[in-house]
C-alpha cells in the first residue's frame, strides 16, 4: 500500500489544484447537454454522455500533471533507459517515475483506441508517440525536463490502455443479451459516479 501511496497522493493533489476549474467545467457540460436534450428532443443515453465527460476530464487531468511546473526538474536526455534504469525496482521513486508515467497513459490508450476503433496496436502508437513527444517539448520550453524514456512509458503505457479496449471489447460480445443493453450499462455508469463523488466528495468538504 506504501508504494502505491505516490499515485493517490499525485491524483489527490492534481484534483484538489483543478477542482475549481473541473467544477465550473462538468457544471457548464452538464447544463448545456441538458438544455440541448429538452430543446431539440434529441436522444440521450447516460452511460455514453458520462463516458465522455470521463475523458474530457482526463484530459484535463492530463494536461495538469505533465505540464506543472511545481517541484519540476529541467535537463534533457536523448538516451533510451538510461533515466528508468537509475531507479531501484519497487522504490517509491521507481512507482513514482517509472510505474507512474505508465499509468498515467493507460486511460489515454483506452479512451483514444475506443474513439478510433482502433485494431491494431500501430493505430494507437503514432498517436501516443505524437502526444507524448509533444507534451514532452512543451515541457522542456516551460523549463522542465525533456527524457526520451518518459515517452517510452507514455507509449507503453497507451498500449496496454489499447490491449485492455480490445479485451474488453471482446468479453462484451459474449456476453448474455441483458448485459449489452444500455440498462446495464447505465446503471454502472451511475455506480461509478456515485463511487467519484465519495471518493473526492472531501474536496468540497462532504462527508459521506
Do not use: C
Not at 38 to 44: E, Q, R
Request: no cysteine; proline share 3%.
Amino acid at each position: 500500500m506504501s508504494n502505491l501511496s505516490p499515485f493517490y497522493d499525485t491524483f489527490y493533489w492534481a484534483i484538489s489544484e483543478t477542482w475549481p476549474m473541473l467544477t465550473l467545467f462538468v457544471v457548464i457540460m452538464t447544463v448545456l447537454k441538458i438544455s440541448r436534450v429538452v430543446i431539440n428532443h434529441d436522444s440521450f443515453i447516460f452511460y455514453k454522455e458520462f463516458y465522455s465527460l470521463l475523458f474530457i476530464i482526463y484530459i484535463l487531468l492530463l494536461y495538469f500533471l505533465l505540464l506543472s511546473t511545481e517541484n519540476a526538474t529541467s535537463g534533457m536526455n536523448f538516451i533510451p533507459f538510461h533515466e528508468m534504469t537509475r531507479y531501484q525496482i519497487g522504490s517509491k521513486a521507481f512507482f513514482y517515475n517509472v510505474v507512474g508515467n505508465i499509468a498515467l497513459f493507460v486511460p489515454f490508450g483506452y479512451f483514444v483506441s475506443d474513439y478510433l476503433k482502433a485494431k491494431k496496436v500501430p493505430h494507437i502508437l503514432i498517436v501516443s508517440i505524437i502526444i507524448s513527444l509533444t507534451a514532452e517539448l512543451i515541457q522542456f520550453k516551460i523549463g522542465r525536463a525533456f527524457d526520451i524514456d518518459d515517452i517510452i512509458l507514455n507509449v507503453i503505457g497507451s498500449i496496454i490502455g489499447f490491449m485492455g479496449y480490445i479485451s474488453i471489447r471482446a468479453i462484451r460480445l459474449h456476453l448474455p443479451k441483458f448485459l449489452q443493453n444500455n440498462v446495464f450499462y447505465n446503471i454502472l455508469a451511475i455506480i461509478v459516479l456515485i463511487i467519484i463523488v465519495i471518493l473526492f466528495g472531501s474536496i468540497w468538504g462532504l462527508r459521506v
